[in-house]
């Protein structure tokens, strides 16, 4: 059997492509690599980009998937200058593997699903073969054409393209609440990290986590957090459980990739995903939706490749700004004029516990 179309992850973008291109009569296999022992490292909020993506799809969400507290702004301390400031915010906040698990549950039956792990995919002759391993033993597949929705670590993307990105590490660790329950918190600390660090809550669990270069990641996280839990004045020193992985950093207008030539690449593993905050789901979405309906439009690789670039252009000048963006938030000279100036932020009295 040779498939029309094989797609690699089942997150947002993944899921998402395989909804919207169902009903153009592919033969799709779709596969879906999360572990839900291990589910992905997410903050899980869902930016107001995504919500209106929602309401365009005529979409609800169901209350199992959002998480306990809501959100309305973000409390930004530099641990340097010591200095503290309220910026309002409108995110959703969700359990990141129930979300996954409800977009994977919108793709119509006539999608084939299979959990497993793509390990290898060669480009031949009359197509492409995938090797995956499923519950442990290899399955061979064959496809016409492969599309990349398998995010920060992409295989398609390191197999079938050379663009390689600027990545961080990225290390969350799990606390139970307790009974001090400080807002989401967006952190700098240019001692240890030239990205960002977060601290937020889901029901009774407080995560803490930060983005960090490669080299010495984990030396920096420790020394992070010792600093943060200085500041806020939390015991961060037991952690449930603690995860890792690699998170994009697009750099350059050519970061992007949207693919070509029967393959193509699609949310996080596109570089689709927002330099300056990391916010992806809503790019995952958009850019899954685009790819879909080129899709729907034509069966000829090259134009599908065509109309995929051309309706991604705004999305991708979206995230150039974000670029942008970041050189202002992550210089820390900038970064402290702006907060010294009190730009954008509100007043808040933070309740006495
Ligand atoms: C710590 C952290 C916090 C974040 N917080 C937020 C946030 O709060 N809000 C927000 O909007 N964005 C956030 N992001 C970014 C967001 O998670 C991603 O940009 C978004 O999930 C991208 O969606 P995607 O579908 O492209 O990829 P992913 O969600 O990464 O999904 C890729 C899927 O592919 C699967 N996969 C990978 N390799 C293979 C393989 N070889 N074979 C089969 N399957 C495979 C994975 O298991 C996964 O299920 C965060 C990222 C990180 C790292």
Known sequence: MIYDVVVVGAGPAGSTFARVVASGGYKVLLIDGQNPEKPKPCGGLLAPDAQKLFARFDFTLPKEVLADPQIFSVKTADLVTRRVRYYPRYYLNMDRYRFDDFL??????????????????????????LALSVNGEERVVSAKRIVGADGASSIVRRTFFSRAMMQYVSIQESYPAGEKNPFYSCIFDSE????????????????????????????AFEKQRGRVADFFGVDLSSPVSREACLVMRPRKWRDFVTG???VWLIGEAAGFISASSFEGISSAIISGTYLAEAFLKTDKDKRISR?????????????????????????????????????TSIKVEEKKK
Do not use: Q
Not at 111 to 118: L, S, Y
């Open 192 to 219: 240890t990290s030239e990205s960002c660090s977060w601290m937020l809550f889901k029901g009774d669990v407080m995560i803490y986590g930060g983005a960090f270069l490669p080299n010495g990641c984990r030396e």
């Open 307 to 343: 109309i995929y670039s051309r309706l991604a252009r705004p999305l991708k000048r979206k995230l150039w700004f974000k670029i942008i963006k970041h050189w202002f938030m992550y210089t820390p000279l900038v970064r402290r004029l702006i907060m010294a100036s009190g730009i």
């Open 104 to 129: 994977l549950s919108l793709v119509p039956n006539s999608v084939e699903v299979v959990k497993g792990r793509v390990e290898r995919a060669e480009r031949r002759e009359d197509g492409f073969r």
């Open 260 to 262: 070509s030539d029967g």
